[in-house]
């Protein structure tokens, strides 16, 4: 999975439209306190988690969601305590 962190709808859509035109998808979004973020996918993978078992894909979910966390809290450590 690959990550991009993004302040404007502007620059979320210019990320979006990059990484599409890459043969990435747009697997998730993420709207917290340490910032926007934009995560995609390759879509072979897609196909395979959305073939997956219900639980297996809440399970994928979550442990996206606490990667695209530590990714941030990383971010925010990296850059010195600042989001922007």
Same mark, same amino acid.
């Given at each position: *999975? =690959? ?7 502007? =620059? /979320? ?9 890459? &043969? ?10 340490? &910032?926007?973020?934009?995560?995609? *996918? =390759?879509?072979?993978?897609? &196909?395979?988690?959305?073939? /997956?078992?219900?639980?297996?894909? /809440? ?8 990667? *695209? ?16």
């Amino acid at each position: *999975m =690959e990550i991009f962190k993004y302040n404007t709808e502007d =620059e /979320a859509q210019a990320i979006i439209a990059k990484q599409t035109a890459q &043969g990435l998808v747009l697997s998730n979004v993420a709207n917290i306190t340490e &910032g926007n973020f934009l995560g995609f *996918m =390759e879509s072979e993978k897609v &196909g395979i988690i959305t073939n /997956a078992l219900p639980e297996q894909l /809440a399970e994928l979910k979550e442990q996206v969601l606490t990667l *695209m966390d530590a990714v941030a809290t990383l971010y925010e450590t990296v850059s010195g305590g600042t989001t922007a």
